[in-house]
């Protein structure tokens, strides 16, 4: 049975034991500092990642920025709905070292975006 992370053991009475470790002496933890609304830096690595609602509020930015044009083609956008954030310099799949600035982003069609994938 897998227990959840608060979890008490059934056999021992503790939320630490069956291979389960404790929250602060795990050295994948990352330490995530608000910057903003919805807006996080990683204190070590620099990192910025942005919530769905910040996302689309940069989106919206940068739409306005490029003048309404793809910053891949440079074609005119002509529906809202294909319009993604696309991210200059990507960080592989799962978007695990993904940084979210706002010189990192800019907006690119659906198409265009998944024909440059991840590299």
Do not use: Y
């Not at 608060?6 to 933890?29: D, M, Y």
């Not at 990192?47 to 940069?58: D, E, G, Q």
Request: proline content about 3%; hydrophobic content about 30%.
């Amino acid at each position: 049975m897998k227990l959840r992370q608060g979890e008490l053991c059934p056999i021992h009475r503790q939320r630490f034991c069956c291979g389960r470790t404790s929250r602060n002496s795990a050295k994948h933890v990352l330490k995530w500092i608000t910057i903003g609304s919805g807006i996080k830096k990683h204190a070590e690595t620099g990192l910025i990642r942005r919530s769905p609602a910040a996302m689309r509020r940069l989106l919206t930015e940068k739409v306005l920025e490029q003048k309404n044009c793809c910053g891949i083609c440079h074609e005119p956008f002509t529906d809202a709905r294909e319009i993604v954030a696309d991210h200059i310099q990507s960080r592989g799949m799962n978007g695990f070292k993904r940084n979210d600035d706002e010189s990192n982003i800019q907006a690119a069609h659906v198409s265009c975006n998944n024909r440059k994938g991840s590299s």
